[in-house]
């Protein structure tokens, strides 16, 4: 489905506004094709229909909109976890505040450099995965990001990681606009983690490609940052092999303007994809979409999408989820949800759950829900002496439990529970 073309005019000011970073050859040629393939989709717009709920027009400016550098008074997120650090300043790589790359069972890169070399493996995947997600949904982004991306990280994990890695994106100038890149190349029967905290830049475009070989492991933990002006737009395009795992999961604070898309294929028989958010949203400016393509095209795969959103006081959150069974992927275990629930009457969720099946032997759902606070349940716990404010967040957390229980890790989990409470006992 392609994405509905603008005036050539306004693509070509949008890439006009952009420097293509020096490479070497083949790096450039990815580049160059990428760069083409945007000029031949356009950038979206309202009247595609994957944008229809979310209007991209302050992610195809030219200039990025400004964007308050948010002052957190909290400690960094995953600070009692023995981690690597990667710090990117507004999207350039800082070695002065990053963590020694040396990791068991890893090797950790700066894209820059990698993109320099005469010879790497990311010749075989940066782009690759982008390109193969574009059908049959155009992408134009992704491919505008492959095009101009300036930094990032390049994992290749070789064994079973001795630490995470943390990227962590960090937002200093109030007009900053970052294209940032990564890669993660997960070899046979290796496990990594993956953390990514921060807000990036006033505006962020971010990609991430995972390619998960057979029997590997890859776990994703991210959480987006506080600042209340920032907009950000990301992709993670992943293709699972036999018998590996790849789970996914992203905690949402504030925002004028969050597009989350993660594309995933599951190519190996015997395969698990979960992806899974959390998003608590206040007020008439903050938008978040989740959007996410689910492609079974082997036996006895397993796919899982939670989603849930806690919206009020004008917030907006739109759900666009969609499972494609192939023919010949019988066995296909694919399960999907979405679910918001409203604090107030102004705030709003839109959701597109869609399931798309050739094969016969299959057991896939979807359901998506809107609604209150569970009024039965809040005068229980009033009853019971708790304050009106305390038990709205009690059932506030319980709402957002399934999706939280997609972290695998206990400690992950308990800092992001901590951080959802601070959020809620502020906003309350």
């Known amino acids: 489905m392609a994405a509905p073309k603008q005036n050539p005019e306004v693509v070509e000011a949008r890439l006009a506004s952009m420097s293509m970073p020096e490479g070497a050859a083949w790096a450039t040629d990815i580049r160059r094709d990428a760069m083409a393939r945007v000029q031949a989709m356009g950038l979206p717009t309202k009247r595609d229909e994957y ?55 890893l090797t950790v890169e700066r ?3 990698v993109m320099a070399k005469d010879i790497h493996w990311a010749k075989d995947l940066y782009g690759v995965l982008e390109t193969r997600g574009q059908t049959p949904v155009a992408r134009p982004l992704a491919a505008m990001n492959t095009a101009y991306a300036s930094d990032g990280v390049v994992i290749h994990a070789t064994g079973k990681a001795a630490k995470p890695v943390n990227i962590v ?60 002006e920032r907009r950000a737009v990301t992709h993670c395009f992943a293709r699972i092999a036999r018998e590996s795992t790849f789970k996914s999961f992203t905690l949402t604070f504030n925002g004028v303007l969050t597009r989350n898309e993660c594309i995933i294929e599951i190519t190996g028989d015997d395969a698990v994809a979960h992806v899974a958010g959390a998003c608590v949203g206040d007020g008439k400016d903050f938008h978040h979409d989740d959007t996410v393509f689910v492609t079974h095209d082997a036996l006895n795969g397993e796919s899982r999408q939670v989603f849930k959103k806690v919206l009020r006081n004008g917030a907006t959150g739109v759900f666009q989820g969609k499972i494609l069974v192939k023919a010949g ?8 949800i979405s679910q918001s629930l409203l604090l107030d009457d102004d705030s709003q969720f839109l959701a597109k759950p869609e399931l798309e099946i050739y094969a016969d032997d299959v057991a896939c759902s979807h359901g998506s829900t809107s609604g209150a606070i569970d009024e039965t349940a809040l005068f229980y716990l009033r009853s019971r002496g708790v304050p009106e404010k305390q038990a709205t967040n009690l059932l506030t957390l319980a709402f957002l439990a399934e999706a939280l229980e997609e972290v695998e890790d206990e400690a992950l989990a308990e800092d992001l529970l901590g951080r959802l409470e601070s959020w809620l006992g502020r906003h309350g």
Request: aromatic share 8%.
């Open 329 to 336: 992927a019988q066995k296909t275990d694919g399960y999907q």
């Open 111 to 113: 894209l820059a450099d």
């Open 51 to 105: 944008w229809r709920y979310t209007d991209p027009a302050s992610l195809t400016q030219g200039d990025a909109p400004q964007a308050a550098v948010f002052h957190n008074d909290e400690g960094p997120l995953f600070a009692d976890v023995d981690r690597v650090r990667v710090v990117f300043v507004d999207g350039v790589f800082d070695p002065d505040q990053s963590d020694d790359l040396e990791v068991a069972g």
């Open 169 to 228: 994106y960090l937002h200093n100038d109030p007009a900053s606009d970052a294209i940032i890149h990564n890669l993660v190349k997960v070899d046979e029967g290796a496990e990594v983690t993956l953390l990514e905290t921060g807000p990036g830049a006033a505006r962020l475009s971010k990609v991430l490609e995972v390619d998960v070989a057979d029997t590997g492991t890859f776990h994703h933990v991210r959480a987006q940052g506080r600042d209340h």
